[in-house]
C-alpha cells in the first residue's frame, strides 16, 4: 500500500483538540472560526471532520480564498454550488 507523502497527515495534539472542538460547536448549531499560524493544518483539520466526520446531517461546501478572493466571486461560488444541490433535490422528488 503506498501513499504520496504530502497525502499522509499526522494527528498532532492540537489537531485532535480542533477536530474535537469543532464537532461539539457544530453539532450545537454554533458558527465556528478557526484561526492561527499558518501551517497548523486548519484547513486540513477541517475539511476531514466535515467530509469523514459529522455523519449525513452536514453536506459541506469546501472554499478556499487567497487575498485576491473578491465579494462578488464568493457569491458566484456559493450560488453555482447551492444550483447543484438544488437541481439533485429536484431529481428525488
Known amino acids: 500500500y503506498k501513499r504520496d507523502f504530502a497525502s499522509i497527515i ?3 495534539d492540537a489537531s485532535i483538540c480542533y477536530a ?3 464537532e461539539q460547536l457544530l453539532n450545537v448549531s454554533k458558527h465556528t472560526l478557526c484561526v492561527g499560524p499558518t501551517g497548523t493544518a486548519k484547513s486540513v483539520t477541517v475539511s476531514q471532520k ?3 466526520g ?3 446531517k452536514f453536506e459541506p461546501i469546501i ?3 487567497s487575498a485576491q478572493t ?4 464568493t457569491q458566484d461560488i456559493l450560488d453555482s454550488k447551492f444550483e447543484k444541490r438544488r437541481q439533485g433535490l429536484d431529481k428525488d422528488t
Request: charged share 10%.
Open 10 to 12: 499526522v494527528p498532532t
Open 20 to 22: 474535537s472542538l469543532l
Open 50 to 52: 466535515l467530509s469523514r
Open 54 to 56: 459529522m455523519g449525513d
Open 63 to 65: 472554499m478556499a480564498f
Open 70 to 73: 473578491g465579494a462578488n466571486q
